[in-house]
C-alpha cells in the first residue's frame, strides 16, 4: 500500500511540474494583414521550447502552392508593399538558404504550402532563433513576412520570392 501511495504522489508531482513549465513557455503573436493588394491573413503564434521555436496557425487568402515565409528586421507593416519590414532578419550576417541550411539568414524559414481553397496551416520548428526581445536572436519587435512567389532556398538575399503579400508585427 505504501509503494501505491508513492507511485500515486509522483505521478501527481509531474504532472504539476509539466503544468508549470508549459506556462512558461516564452510565446508571441504576429497577425498577418495583406499588403501589394493580396487578400492574404492570418494569425501565427511563436512559442519557445528549449532551443527551438514552434510556429503554429492558419493563413488564408493567397494561391494555391508554396510561398516564401521569412521574419524580416524591422518591425515595420506600414508601407502598403510592406517594404518598410526591411530584408530577412539576419544577426549573424550570413547568406540566404533553407530553414535547415548551415548557411543561412536566421529568418529564413523557408515556404508554406497553400491549398485549393489558399489556406496554409502553419506547423513548423526552426531553430537559431528565439521568442525574446533582448539578445541578437530574438524576434519580437520584427515582421513576420508571406511572399507571392516561392522562396527558392538559394538566392541571395531575398530567395527571389517577389512581393510582400502580407505582414505582422510580432509581439
Ligand atoms: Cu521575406
Ligand atoms: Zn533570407
Not at 14 to 43: D, F, H, I, M, N
Not at 103 to 127: C, E, M, P, S, Y
Request: glycine residues 16%.
Amino acid at each position: 500500500m505504501k509503494q501505491v501511495l508513492g507511485i500515486m504522489s509522483c505521478t501527481l508531482l509531474l504532472a504539476a511540474c509539466a503544468a508549470t513549465s508549459e506556462q512558461e513557455e516564452p510565446t508571441a503573436t504576429a497577425v498577418l494583414q495583406p499588403r501589394s493588394g493580396s487578400q492574404v491573413q492570418g494569425t501565427v503564434k511563436f512559442t519557445q521550447i528549449g532551443d527551438i521555436v514552434r510556429l503554429s496557425g492558419e493563413i488564408t487568402g493567397h494561391t494555391k502552392g508554396p510561398k516564401g515565409f521569412h521574419i524580416h528586421e524591422k518591425g515595420d507593416c506600414s508601407d502598403p508593399k510592406a517594404m518598410s519590414a526591411g530584408g530577412h532578419f539576419n544577426p549573424h550576417k550570413g547568406k540566404h538558404g533553407g530553414p535547415y541550411d548551415p548557411v543561412k539568414h536566421a529568418g529564413d524559414i523557408g515556404n508554406l504550402v497553400f491549398n485549393d481553397q489558399g489556406v496554409a496551416k502553419v506547423n513548423i520548428t526552426v531553430g537559431n532563433i528565439s521568442v525574446s526581445r533582448d539578445g541578437p536572436d530574438g524576434i519580437i519587435g520584427r515582421a513576420l513576412v508571406v511572399h507571392m512567389d516561392p522562396d527558392d532556398l538559394k538566392t541571395d538575399p531575398t530567395g527571389n520570392a517577389g512581393g510582400r503579400a502580407a505582414c505582422g508585427v510580432i509581439g
